[in-house]
T-cell receptor, first 108, second 115 residues
Framework: DAKTTQPNSMESNEEEPVHLPCNHSTISGTDYIHWYRQLPSQGPEYVIHGLTSNVNNRMASLAIAEDRKSSTLILHRATLRDAAVYYCILLNTDKLIFGTGTRLQVFP | DSGVTQTPKHLITATGQRVTLRCSPRSGDLSVYWYQQSLDQGLQFLIQYYNGEERAKGNILERFSAQQFPDLHSELNLSSLELGDSALYFC??????????????FGSGTRLTVV
């Protein structure tokens, strides 16, 4: 499985934008980039995914580098509820393989 | 409510015992995935079923088994339980096999404590 690299932790203040980076230098042409998050004591939750183009949905935006070797999940205005572990996953089979993710702390 | 239902939410049992965890996938989803999350191992993929058939196996112990029934619900059976099996067990579902253009839906998990 292609590997992703994320920072262990990041911090943000409430109502500020947050950019969560992910490096995936060995990505192949058919790998989709998926992001999930896990709030404390809950199951993982789908956030967004993309293949080549930037994507927006009600939760976040996904910016994908032109060479696809990195991507950034953007939370436009962080809230306390966004405090979670965020996982960047390359999907090239029908199962999600989780790494260690980025723990996002949001301060009031 | 994600649409994926896991029962029970909490389970406490003794070493050596056997337990069954249940998962009902989101309506219309044919694939079910089981994951184990312990403090020191993160989220580990265990096994996948698609429309009643085993599709993929991950780091699942021989003491663990699973099945998916005709109504598409799935059960994960854990036997000869050890203290180290204490973990959160999550179930996820998806429409089919390899649908990378869709998100996967997870349940809220079963917290297993082995004492």
């Amino acid at each position: 499985d292609a590997k992703t690299t994320q920072p262990n932790s990041m911090e943000s203040n409430e109502e500020e934008p947050v950019h969560l980076p992910c490096n995936h230098s060995t990505i192949s042409g058919t790998d989709y980039i998926h992001w999930y998050r896990q709030l404390p004591s809950q199951g993982p939750e789908y956030v967004i995914h993309g293949l080549t183009s930037n994507v927006n949905n009600r939760m976040a935006s996904l910016a994908i580098a032109e060479d696809r070797k990195s991507s950034t999940l953007i939370l436009h205005r962080a809230t306390l509820r966004d405090a979670a572990v965020y996982y960047c996953i390359l999907l090239n089979t029908d199962k999600l393989i989780f790494g260690t993710g980025t723990r996002l702390q949001v301060f009031p | 409510d994600s649409g994926v239902t896991q029962t029970p939410k909490h389970l406490i049992t003794a070493t050596g015992q056997r337990v069954t965890l249940r998962c009902s996938p989101r309506s219309g989803d044919l694939s079910v995935y089981w994951y184990q999350q312990s403090l020191d191992q993160g989220l580990q993929f265990l096994i996948q079923y698609y429309n009643g058939e085993e599709r993929a196996k991950g780091n699942i112990l021989e003491r663990f088994s699973a099945q998916q029934f005709p109504d598409l619900h799935s059960e994960l059976n854990l036997s000869s339980l050890e203290l180290g099996d204490s973990a959160l067990y999550f179930c996820a579902s998806s429409e089919g096999t390899y649908r990378p253009d869709y998100g996967y839906t997870f349940g809220s998990g079963t917290r297993l404590t082995v004492v």
